[in-house]
Nanobody
Framework: QVQLVESGGGLVQAGGSLRLSCAAS????????MGWFRQAPGKEREVVAT????????YYADSVKGRFTISRDNAKNTVQLQMNSLKPEDTAVYYC?????????????????WGQGTQVTVSS
């Protein structure tokens, strides 16, 4: 069992930055690949970025490539999402998720554990 708690969301102006963090419970964090997803009102949950269990492989959605960076610290059981050059269309609830596998995937249904989400609002 893995419990995930996100933090770092908030309100920011377009062009600004936020850093999301996800803290995981348990001693097996390094067994899990991690993903950040987001869901805007009326839209499906979509992948933002994923990272492999040892951090050497990452994936980014085209919409955030070059602006967002995913990273993890297995010693601290945390995964971060640095978000720069934010746009109003980045507004959503952001979730971190854990998958008991080496590599992350883009399909939300293939993740085993989810956090409660943190709201990110980007004003124009």
């Amino acid at each position: 069992q893995v419990q995930l708690v996100e933090s770092g969301g908030g309100l920011v102006q377009a062009g600004g930055s936020l850093r999301l963090s996800c803290a995981a419970s348990g001693r097996t964090f390094s067994r899990y690949s991690m993903g950040w997803f987001r869901q805007a009102p009326g839209k499906e949950r979509e992948v933002v970025a994923t990272i492999s269990r040892n951090g050497d492989s990452t994936y980014y959605a085209d919409s955030v490539k070059g602006r967002f960076t995913i990273s993890r610290d297995n010693a601290k059981n945390t995964v971060q999402l640095q978000m720069n050059s934010l746009k109003p269309e980045d507004t959503a609830v952001y979730y971190c998720a854990a998958r008991n596998s080496q590599f992350g995937v883009s399909r939300a249904a293939q993740y085993d554990y989810w956090g409660q989400g943190t709201q990110v609002t980007v004003s124009s």
